[in-house]
């Protein structure tokens, strides 16, 4: 591992305190993406994709403002089917290489309350098109969250965190041309990639998969 994409990170401080975190549309959908989605996926099917509502109490950390592609850091993914078959396994595999230089995988609760925001780190607004090269006019999924975060506005990429792949479809929903807006819910800090999802193209995911480590205390 070339230590050179851990070096020149930077961090930023989220402080301690009580998280409200989750899902933001618990018991309704705007009307324009209730309709949108209706007849494609049922409501239930569609909130099994988002983290549940809940509130969390979370020490002050640091995480880095951008996130590290994994093959900087593990190489060709391929080389590592034989002991890398499960998310699990990819953290611990993270981690033994982060610790012994003072950073590890982030949890869920962690990514979430960092993005900040409500829906989105943007605030609630589902732009128009999709967040793909120049097919939305939207232009705030690119910049910097209120803790300088530059996060994941290209939904073919997926955010490791423990125990999940978040920020991203592996573009599930622009591939599938699936209707608005499901390519902009994959960007919410709530939304995971299902576990069908994951098991499916696991290795493949691995190839534009990114880390944003957690600086150890």
Not at 69 to 86: H, I, K, M, Q
Not at 133 to 160: A, C, M, Q, S, W
Request: charged share 25%.
């Amino acid at each position: 591992m070339d230590d050179s994409s851990l070096i020149s990170l930077k961090f930023a401080t989220i402080p301690a305190g009580t998280y409200e975190l989750g899902w933001r549309f618990t018991e309704m959908l705007p009307p324009d993406v209730e309709a949108a989605l209706s007849g494609f996926l049922p409501r239930d099917e569609l909130l099994k994709q988002f983290s549940g509502r809940r509130s969390v109490e979370l020490g002050a950390f640091e995480i880095a403002t951008e996130s590290i592609p994994l093959v900087e850091l593990l190489g060709d993914p391929y080389d590592l089917e034989d002991e890398v078959a499960t998310i699990e396994d990819l953290c611990n595999k993270l981690d033994d290489l982060l610790r012994p230089r003072g950073f590890r995988v982030p949890i869920e609760d962690e990514i979430e309350a960092a993005c900040d925001g409500d829906l989105f780190w943007w605030g609630m607004s589902i732009p128009d098109g999709i967040p793909y090269g120049k097919k939305t006019t939207f232009e705030l999924h690119r910049k910097p969250n209120i803790h300088g975060l530059v996060l994941n506005g290209d939904p073919y990429n997926v955010e490791v965190v423990r125990h999940a792949f978040k920020l991203g479809d592996g573009g599930a929903a622009i591939c599938g041309a699936y209707p608005w807006p499901l390519a902009w819910l994959a960007l919410a800090p709530s939304w995971y990639l299902g576990q069908d999802a994951v098991e499916e193209c696991f290795i493949e995911h691995l190839e534009t998969a990114r880390v944003r480590p957690i600086r150890v205390g």
